[in-house]
């Protein structure tokens, strides 16, 4: 097990690699400086900037340069916005970020799986069709939509929840429904369709017969095996709801990490680039292996150092 | 049947949870905007606005941007201050000399103080300017400076910084020496590139600005005392300000919310005291329902959306062939239809908040007539027998919906009135402007904005072919002749003239087809008074307060 987990590391250190590098390589392909604006700056000017942050080097220099700022966990001072490095901007908005994903996590989770068991249970019955419909809508309301949707009726016309930003438990109830809801629905399906799957196999039939009720059945004979595909799906979900949304974030005003996998690309930031893309991909990858040791906890047939599963 | 029964119950049941969210308003939605206990007289003199988004540096020497200045025009007083009225007055400086030649200007300071106690002395702005001026400090807007004598040599690192003629001759008096006489030098020590810093606090620490608190001393009629990163911004009355009986506001949260439509929602739930410009942004859709309700104020200001031709490839080195292209559009049909802000339609360069008479401009709106004239002979000129001879063009502009739309109504009367088959195409933002300024492109979209109250702002870009700005490959003799003697004319009426000539010369040729004059708009709280907004759409909350 403990050697299979170093394997797993070390193949975790060669992706990352592989990602800071192309990263690296597209984003000084593509045209355009930190310092492109509409007001050009005069030549000299210029020279002068990209002397100071190292950009006339040659480029080996500057990837050398950074592969060294990362294994010291310094990604440096942000182009854009002077008062702050580009640790500042992770370490302020992560935990926002990771607060709301984590809200939004549980919301999914708790709903989804309750949906998707009942919908099983009650198959082609009317809990069925309503879990699915909540499901369906759920899928295909894309959440900048569900976002605005709850702003109008929630917080504007009935004044329950504010509109927007981020202060105190109540701001983050809005978002993390909006952020939570196609996960939901996602898992509600997931789960539904497994657990129908797992209700029709023998093991199931011969508990039947064997005379357990069907409260035992589902709960310690279905469910755990039904869980296994949420499971999957729980590690690039868990990355990529931790570190933020950039639409739900800019549309409640939420001061998260989300808006800067974007803005950093327009404003050309390099150091914010790297810092944030270096950041998502080791929770990324973190998650995937995290992942594949619940599998291990969850259904013993699963052996990481089996093989099977663990390359 | 039964199953079928299932399925409308269970939909019904889902139908039902959103109508039962459609019910029951009424409680909280009394939208008048804005305060809720207005009418009373005791009213809080707190303010909430939305800024947008977070300032990249509140250091003056290193702001180089709107919401920058937003928040450094209420916590700092330069030399000057735009006034009510639009003109600078007296701010740090309690008397301006200028000598007979415009060219030393000599500042006497009024008793004054930072934030921290410490005493605003002359020595603050010789080190403010001199600190942006120094090559070291990456300061992008320093060329903000180079009116002053020797400021472009000492920054391009050609000149000692012992040469530039600014000098703190004592605690009160600051002599500032010009490159040539400079009308509109008042506006620019108004301007944040030109405001004070606390040389003492500065030189202790050169991260002064990076956070609110006591590092952070400011001399204008509010101080920051809160700086939540991409959050917000807390501002409140400075008690160590000059003239802080004139400050009645208490307190300004400026809150970072990059979504026009949470703005207004935040406006209408009351949560916010203004939405749109200048410090946000409406939303297009809401527009003509604001303006139906009379809410929507709107305000002209300096700046102009423009499209530039490359006068380097043809058909557009021929200047009949631009003008008929500027000729064949209608202006007005794209802002009553599209922008929907009451924008002004330009048939000039330098907007009319700098120049009046560009409201009428140098030709008619929409003239399809005079545009296939010059269609005739532009290409007589060129060659050519009729329009399907001439190469293929193509209109940039960096992708967004509301370019798009003016481009897609700019190539269909292109081609209704001329003729002219045109593609569109659009690039991401840094490698469109990247495009634009090394000339790969035939006719592309620009905007400009004024940063100080001049006219030379709009013309200044088109005296080099080669200078930063200029993009479109064209320049002129007489052009160049006319700024130049602006540059050294003292007569303030006579230099008016001077750049009147050269906008002329500009329309003449036609390098650059200008669209529309920029406006701003918004809603504000009813009770909401005295916020004043610049011709340039700068905003500043000294005298705001409510009712």
Not at chain 2, 45 to 58: H, K, T
Not at chain 2, 250 to 257: A, N, P, T
Request: glycine letters at 8%; hydrophobic letters at 40%; charged letters at 20%.
């Amino acid at each position: 097990m403990a050697k299979c987990i170093g394997k797993r590391l070390l193949y975790m250190l060669i992706s990352l690699w592989l990602i800071i590098t192309a990263t690296f390589f597209f984003m000084r392909i593509a045209p355009g400086n930190p310092f492109t604006s509409e007001k050009k700056l005069p030549p000299e000017i210029e020279a002068n900037l990209n002397a100071h942050f190292g950009l006339d080097k040659p480029w080996y220099a500057q990837y050398g340069d950074y592969l060294l700022r990362i294994l010291k966990w310094d990604f440096g001072p942000s182009f854009k916005y002077k008062a702050q490095t580009v640790n500042d901007l992770i370490s302020e908005g992560f935990p926002v970020s990771a607060a709301l994903g984590l809200e939004a996590i549980l919301l999914a989770v708790a709903f989804g799986i309750i949906l998707g068991i009942i919908a099983a249970l009650k198959h082609n019955k009317w809990q069925d069709y309503t879990a699915m419909i909540v499901a369906v809508l759920g899928i295909s309301v894309p959440s900048f939509i569900m976002a605005t949707f709850l702003q109008y009726f929630l917080a504007i016309k009935m004044g329950i929840f504010p509109v927007a930003r981020w202060e105190s438990f109540m701001h983050t109830v809005l978002p993390a429904i909006a952020l939570g809801s196609t996960p939901m629905a996602f898992i509600a399906r997931l789960t539904r369709s497994s657990m129908l799957e797992v209700l029709s196999n023998d093991y199931i039939k011969t508990a039947k017969a064997k005379g357990l009720s069907s409260g035992v059945i589902t709960v310690k004979h279905a469910i755990r095996n039904a869980l296994l595909p949420v499971v999957t799906y729980m590690g690039p979900l868990t990355a990529g709801i931790l570190t933020g949304s950039f639409v739900i974030e800019k549309i409640f005003g939420i001061p998260g990490l989300g808006s800067h996998f974007v803005t950093s690309i327009s404003n050309r930031d390099y150091t914010v680039i790297m810092g944030v893309t270096v950041f998502y991909s080791i929770l990324l990858l973190l998650s995937i292996l995290l992942v594949d040791i619940a599998y291990g906890i969850i259904d013993p047939r699963i052996k990481l150092a089996g093989g099977k599963k663990g390359e | 049947m039964k199953k079928r029964l299932s399925v409308l119950f269970s939909m019904l049941l889902v139908l039902s949870m959103f109508l039962a969210a459609c019910g029951g308003n009424d409680n909280a939605g009394n939208d008048n905007g804005g305060d809720k206990d207005g009418s009373k007289s005791d009213v809080p003199q707190e303010l909430r606005v939305n800024i947008n988004s977070e300032p990249p540096s509140l250091h003056p020497g290193l702001a180089k941007d709107s919401t920058s200045g937003t928040v450094l025009r209420q916590t700092f007083e330069g030399l000057t201050r735009i006034g009510k009225d639009g003109k600078p007055i007296e701010a740090a400086a309690e008397k301006i000399e200028v000598s007979e030649d415009q060219k030393v200007y000599t500042f006497t300071l009024r008793d004054a103080q930072w934030s921290n106690g410490d005493p605003v002395v002359a020595k603050d702005f010789e080190y403010a300017w001199k600190w942006a001026l120094d090559p070291n400090n990456q300061s992008e807007y320093a060329y903000q400076l180079y009116y002053i004598k020797g400021a472009e040599a000492a920054n391009t690192g050609s000149g000692s910084m012992d040469d530039v003629g600014i000098v703190a001759k004592d605690d009160k008096t600051l002599e500032v020496t010009l490159e040539n006489p400079t009308p509109f030098f008042l506006e620019l020590t108004a301007f944040y590139t030109y405001l004070p810093i606390n040389s003492k606090i500065a030189e202790a620490n050169k991260d002064w600005a990076n956070d609110a608190g006591e590092n952070y001393t400011s001399n204008g009629p509010f101080v920051m005392t809160e700086w939540s990163h991409s959050d917000k911004i807390v501002l409140e009355k400075n008690d160590t300000y000059w003239d802080k009986d004139a400050v009645k506001l208490e307190k300004i949260e400026m809150i970072m919310i990059n979504d026009p439509n949470t703005e207004l929602s935040m406006f209408d739930n009351g949560e916010l005291h203004w939405a749109g410009a200048p410090t946000g942004a409406l939303p297009t859709d809401a527009m003509q329902a604001l303006k139906d309700d009379g809410r929507l104020i709107t305000k002209p200001i300096a700046g102009i959306y423009n499209y530039k031709f490359n006068t380097t490839v043809e058909p557009f080195n021929n200047a009949n062939i631009r003008k008929a292209f500027t000729f064949a559009i209608n202006r007005q049909e794209i802002i009553d239809n599209i922008l929907q802000g009451e924008q002004l339609p330009a048939q000039a360069i330098v907007p009319p908040t700098m120049f009046p008479e560009n409201e009428e401009g140098y030709f008619a709106d929409n003239d399809a007539e005079k545009a296939k004239e010059y269609l005739q002979k532009g290409l007589e000129e060129l060659g050519l027998k009729d329009v399907s001879e001439l190469p293929a063009i193509t209109l940039s502009y960096n992708t967004s919906e509301g370019h798009q739309k003016i481009a897609q109504a700019i190539q269909d009367m292109w081609k209704q009135n001329l003729g002219v088959e045109v593609t569109l195409d659009n690039q991401e933002w840094a490698v469109f402007l990247d495009k634009m300024h090394s000339l790969d492109y035939q006719v592309g979209r620009m905007g400009w904005l004024g940063d100080f109250n001049d006219a030379i702002n709009f013309l200044e870009m088109y005296r080099d072919a080669d200078g930063g700005n200029n993009d479109t490959g064209w320049e002129s003799k007489k052009f160049q002749d006319l700024l130049a003697q602006s540059a050294v004319e003292t007569d303030a009426e006579k230099r008016q003239q001077l750049l009147k000539d050269a906008e002329a010369v500009i329309m003449d040729e036609m390098p650059v087809m200008p669209i529309y004059f920029y406006t701003e708009n918004w809603v504000q709280a009813d009770n909401l008074k005295d916020v004043v907004i610049s011709g340039l759409g700068d905003v500043q909350y000294k005298w705001a307060y409510f009712e």
